[in-house]
T-cell receptor, first 114, second 112 residues
Framework: GAGVSQSPSNKVTEKGKDVELRCDPI?????LYWYRQSLGQGLEFLIY????????KSGLPSDRFSAERTGGSVSTLTIQRTQQEDSAVYLC????????????FGNGTRLTVT | DQQVKQNSPSLSVQEGRISILNCDYT??????FLWYKKYPAEGPTFLIS?????DKNEDGRFTVFLNKSAKHLSLHIVPSQPGDSAVYFC???????????FGSGTKLNVKP
C-alpha cells in the first residue's frame, strides 16, 4: 500500500496480558516513530527509529514497553503486563530521512485494557 | 511538562469566515513547526510547515504565522469550509528532527 499500515486497528485485552502492535511504514522511509494519544490528550512521543536502531527511546513510559524494527521496515511495539492506563490510540509514523520531512501517520491501533 | 500547548480545545466558525488556530511553545530552541489535521479514526495528515527563519508560509487557503519572540504560531484558514472540520495539531521540532512535540489539538467545527 501507499501509506503507513498499522495492525490491528483495534485491540481489547485483559489487564496483565501482553500485546504486540505492528507498523508497516511507507516503503523507502528510513525514519519511524511511535506516538500514543490518550483520551483528551495530545500525541505523546514514545520512540524513534532511524533504520533498525533506536537513538531515542526516551518516551517509553516504563520498562514494560519495548519496540523493535527489522530490515529497516516493519516495527513492532510490545507492551508487557498491560495496565488500564495503557489504554490509548497508538500511532506509527514514518518519514523519508528523519531530516524534518513531514511525518506520515498510520490510522493507529486503539488499545483498550479491561 | 508540555512544551507545545494549544489552549483552545475547540473552535466554531461559520463557513466562509476565517479560522484562526493558535499554538504556544516554551522551548526557544525549536526551529521547525508543523500543523497536522486529523479526522476521526484516521491518523493525522500533514498540512503545512514553517521553519524558524521565516515568519509566514502560505499554501492556498492555509497560512501559518510564526512569532518567535512570543513563541507563538497560528494557522489561518480562509475561507473556512465544512470539510475543514477536524482536529488540528501543531507540532515543533529541534534541529535534529528526531522528535516532534505535539500540542493537545484544537477541534475545529465549520458550520454551513
Amino acid at each position: 500500500g501507499a501509506g503507513v499500515s498499522q495492525s490491528p486497528s483495534n485491540k481489547v485485552t485483559e489487564k496483565g496480558k501482553d500485546v504486540e502492535l505492528r507498523c508497516d511504514p511507507i516503503s523507502g522511509h528510513t525514519a519511524l516513530y511511535w506516538y500514543r494519544q490518550s483520551l483528551g490528550q495530545g500525541l505523546e512521543f514514545l520512540i524513534y527509529f532511524q533504520g533498525n536502531s533506536a537513538p531515542d527511546k526516551s518516551g517509553l513510559p516504563s520498562d514494560r514497553f519495548s519496540a523493535e524494527r527489522t530490515g529497516g521496515s516493519v516495527s513492532t511495539l510490545t507492551i508487557q503486563r498491560t495496565q488500564q492506563e495503557d489504554s490509548a490510540v497508538y500511532l506509527c509514523a514514518s518519514s523519508l530521512e528523519g531530516d524534518g520531512s513531514p511525518l506520515h501517520f498510520g490510522n493507529g491501533t486503539r488499545l483498550t485494557v479491561t | 511538562d508540555q512544551q507545545v500547548k494549544q489552549n483552545s480545545p475547540s473552535l466554531s466558525v461559520q463557513e466562509g469566515r476565517i479560522s484562526i488556530l493558535n499554538c504556544d511553545y516554551t522551548n526557544s530552541m525549536f526551529d521547525y513547526f508543523l500543523w497536522y489535521k486529523k479526522y476521526p479514526a484516521e491518523g493525522p495528515t500533514f498540512l503545512i510547515s514553517i521553519s524558524s527563519i521565516k515568519d509566514k508560509n502560505e499554501d492556498g487557503r492555509f497560512t501559518v504565522f510564526l512569532n518567535k519572540s512570543a513563541k507563538h504560531l497560528s494557522l489561518h484558514i480562509v475561507p473556512s469550509q465544512p470539510g475543514d472540520s477536524a482536529v488540528y495539531f501543531c507540532a515543533a521540532s529541534l534541529v535534529n528532527f528526531n522528535k516532534f512535540y505535539f500540542g493537545s489539538g484544537t477541534k475545529l467545527n465549520v458550520k454551513p
